[in-house]
Each structure stands twice: as C-alpha cells, then as structure tokens.
C-alpha cells in the first residue's frame, strides 16, 4: 500500500483546511486508517483515526473541530480540519493499518499563523 498525502499549507488561526490520504495497491483487509502530526521537538501524536466498522477516535485538542472521513471509491481518507490554532502546526502523517502492518504517506505540512 502506498499513501500519498496531501492538502496542507499555511492558513490563519480560525481558518480550515482539508487533508487528504490517497492509497493505491491493495488495501484489501485494511481495518485502521488515521492522521497523526509531529510538531517541531515532540512526538508523533495521534489526531483522528478511522476504525473498521465505522467508529472513530479523536485527539480530546481536536474534538469538535476536525473531521475524518474516507471514501471507499477513491481508496481515499479527509481530515476536515476548522478552527485551526497555531498550536496545530505540525507535520500530518496519514497511517493505514492490516493488522500489525502499518503503512504511512510522506507527511504534509499544516502552518497555522497567529
């Protein structure tokens, strides 16, 4: 599976942006698609994630801001990101996983200025 993220940028705080995660290859069994970010000097931080079935899980600094959603047709994960604060800037990094296996796209830029 090879991810190809994309849709970052520099926005002001309040604006929104959307992420997108592109998958080609098989993705047959595929049971966890998910955005994660690192900031500059912290770790990588889970923000959304998808889970088979249909439920989600949000980053409580995220939660009722940002959106994440797929589209079975186009093998394709949105992070729907509003409200945007400085504090999310960060890398975004999308993550499909089989199983243990975990596969991750290049990582996308977000800025959000003051």
């Known amino acids: 599976v090879q991810l190809q993220a994309s849709g970052g940028g520099l926005v002001q705080a309040g604006g929104s942006l959307r992420l997108s995660c592109s998958a080609s290859g098989s993705i047959f069994s595929i049971n966890y698609m998910g955005w994660y970010r690192q900031a500059p000097g912290k770790q990588r931080e889970l923000v959304a994630a998808?889970?088979?079935?249909?439920?989600?899980n949000y980053a409580d600094s995220v939660k009722e801001r940002f959106t994440i959603s797929k589209d079975n047709a186009k093998n394709t994960v949105y992070l729907q990101m509003n409200s945007l604060k400085p504090e999310d800037t960060a890398v975004y990094y999308c993550?499909?996983?089989?199983?243990?296996?975990?596969?991750w796209g290049q990582g996308t830029l977000v800025t959000v200025s003051s």
């Open positions: 993550t499909f996983k089989r199983g243990p296996t975990a596969y």
């Open positions: 998808l889970i088979r079935g249909g439920s989600t």
